[in-house]
Every structure is written in structure tokens, then in C-alpha cells.
Nanobody, 123 residues
């Protein structure tokens, strides 16, 4: 099993910044892609940013130029730096990791999700 623990959410005024962190822990695993998604009340969950193990990143159009995703492979941690926040960025933010787990001769690849952290941006 792999656990993802997020931190860094909170409330901020429009134009402000927040930095989210997500640390993965477990045994016998390696992380492939990591990323962040968000879900606002009454809306579907949407992908915000994804970063590969080599550091290649992709962003949703709505956050390009404002958000930056990064990762520390040594610490199995992914970050989301959010600048110039807007009220429409208000949502629960979830980190995820695509993980490979090897136990003896068995290899399992799957997605794991954090518990979510709330980001609220006021106008």
C-alpha cells in the first residue's frame, strides 16, 4: 500500500499564493507520474497539473502561467505552487501518484490518491 498525505491548503484573497505539498510513503514502490486534481462543489473533478518522473509537466489551460508543479524524487513528494489565485480556483485539491509496486515476482501498477486539502480564494 501507498499513502499520500497532502498539506498546505487554506484561505487566501484573490491574487494571493499558496503552496501545496504531497508526500508518498509505503514499501517496495516507485512512483511514475504525480499530479494534482481539484473538485469544486457541484462540479466534476478536473486535472490541474501532471509531472512525469523525469520532470516533464503539463497543465490545465485554466492554470497555465499561474501554477507550477514540481517534485522531489528523493523524498517522493510533489508540490503545487499556486500564484495569482482566483475565486474560481476554490476547490478541494487532491494529489495522486501512479505507482509501481513489486512484491517477489508480482508487479502492480495503480493510482493512489490523497485525502484532499481545501483551497478557498475570496474576492
Amino acid at each position: 500500500q501507498v499513502q499520500l498525505v497532502e498539506s498546505g491548503g487554506g484561505s487566501v484573497q484573490a491574487g494571493g499564493s499558496l503552496r501545496l505539498s504531497c508526500a508518498a510513503s509505503g514499501r517496495r514502490f516507485s512512483i511514475n507520474d504525480m499530479g494534482w486534481s481539484r473538485q469544486a462543489p457541484g462540479k466534476q473533478r478536473e486535472s490541474v497539473a501532471i509531472i512525469t518522473s523525469s520532470g516533464s509537466a503539463n497543465y490545465a489551460d485554466s492554470v497555465k502561467g499561474r501554477f507550477t508543479i514540481s517534485r522531489d524524487n528523493a523524498d517522493n513528494t510533489v508540490y503545487l505552487q499556486m500564484n495569482s489565485l482566483k475565486p474560481e480556483d476554490t476547490a478541494a485539491y487532491y494529489c495522486y501518484a501512479n505507482v509501481t509496486i513489486r512484491v517477489l515476482t508480482t508487479t502492480i501498477i495503480g493510482d493512489y490518491w490523497g485525502q484532499g486539502t481545501q483551497v478557498t480564494v475570496s474576492s
